[in-house]
């Protein structure tokens, strides 16, 4: 899926961290017998009263609510994996996909996202085809919506623009996105630099998204949030946006001092109203001609990041160029939960570099080792690096991804051997002391 008619941008391997981490879903456990209501041959020995009867009809709803979330449960896992071992016909669908989609939209529509993350977290262990297909359908239809007005379907999607912003004692929330002149500017720069189409109705949220206000967003709030932004864009009369309203938590603490140099990672949440048939976002079916089609998308966006930058400095500082000491590095634009994967990933990998860069200052970085390992860890997917001269430890780092593990370590090793380290080897895990389990040579690409 993830048909790449909206922005796409290349799939990082996410890293993260664990202020991404959904939450987890509790397993529908069957209810003890206490929860179960009174005997039905007990003898009677008070007279019922309305009270009594709510609290017994209450108590086998919550019985009945619990077998069927898990059901629910069950009959998702055994959809999901059914799909997945089906081939692809030429139009690249599986048998049984469309109706495992329908699900997974109805229990978004129901906020049902204990049910989804359960399945989930099921499949990441037993089934990992499985996993990535449910994963795929999950954030797609939460990303991207179809819905109806009047007599013409049309497609709203969540949109992200991660970027890292480096500053002097950090940014402000309060002076983020304060002059209104420089934001309607910033939302309009949008279509006039062809990142969406002139047809297509886009708004920018008034509010600059922390990391952990992304990462609190479950599945079924992007999906809610997607109809509310459909409704404000289609009616007149919708006064307020209830899901995305709940979405702008606002910012924690900071920790930066006034005198010190901040590296921070933010979001533009953006929504983007299209018709289904709009040729701007249609892809070309020749591959060759798919392939400069997305070059093309890329190719504006970063005319837009170089054009647009001393906007943006103005909508965070108040002040643009050389006086706003702002130095910005933009991703790409994707939908919701891709852009949120390449924003995290990329902040982490810069943590992580950093940790070793500091760990390779008072040592030759040529005669350096560097360990890596990917581990699990309540059911999360870890990398760990260890930097080493002999048998002294220089640095260790970890960080938590989604994605191809292989992918993810390649790339992580190309990342160290920027920093002069030459010497690579791989383990099954990396202890806090530095002891390797099962060292052994590292890999070829």
Known sequence: MNKPNRPQGKPQANANQKPGQKPAAKSAAKPSPKSQGPAR??????????ASRRRQHN?????????????????????SAAVATGAPDAAGRRVGQDELERMVRNFLRQREDEILHEALEQLRDDDRRAHALLLEIVEEAADVVVLRRGEKEMEIN???????????????????????????????????????SAKARVVLVHHLY????????????????????????????VMSVPAIERSMRGWPQSAFAAEDEALELRFLLGFALKELNDPFYAI???EAQADAYFARRGAAFRAWTERYTPLMQQCLTGKSGDEAQCELHFMYQDLFHGGKRTGNAEYRTLQMMSELE?????????????????????GESVLQVLLRLDARVLAQSALVFDG???????????????LGVTQFRLADAIAEDGAATRERDFPQA
């Open 210 to 237: 922390h990391p952990d206000e992304i990462d609190a967003l479950t599945y079924g709030d992007v999906e809610a949030m997607n109809r509310d932004a459909f409704a404000s864009l289609t009616d007149k009369k």
């Open 59 to 79: 108590a086998h709803a919550a019985t009945q609510v619990m077998d069927e979330g898990e059901e629910e449960i069950l009959q998702l896992l055994a959809l």
């Open 358 to 378: 500091q760990g390779l200052a008072q040592a030759d970085a040529a005669a350096a080792t560097a360990v890596f390992a990917v581990t699990d860890e309540d």
């Open 404 to 418: 191809d593990p292989q992918e993810r370590l390649f790339d992580a090793a190309d990342a160290v051997a920027s």
């Open 158 to 196: 969540a949109f992200l623009i991660p970027f890292l912003a480096r500053t002097t004692g950090g940014l402000r929330e309060a002076q983020a996105l304060a002059d209104g002149e420089a934001f309607d500017a910033l939302r309009s720069s949008m279509q006039e630099a062809g990142l969406e």
């Open 41 to 50: 041959d007990k003898p009677k020995t008070h007279v019922a009263t309305d």
């Open 284 to 286: 070309p079916k020749d």
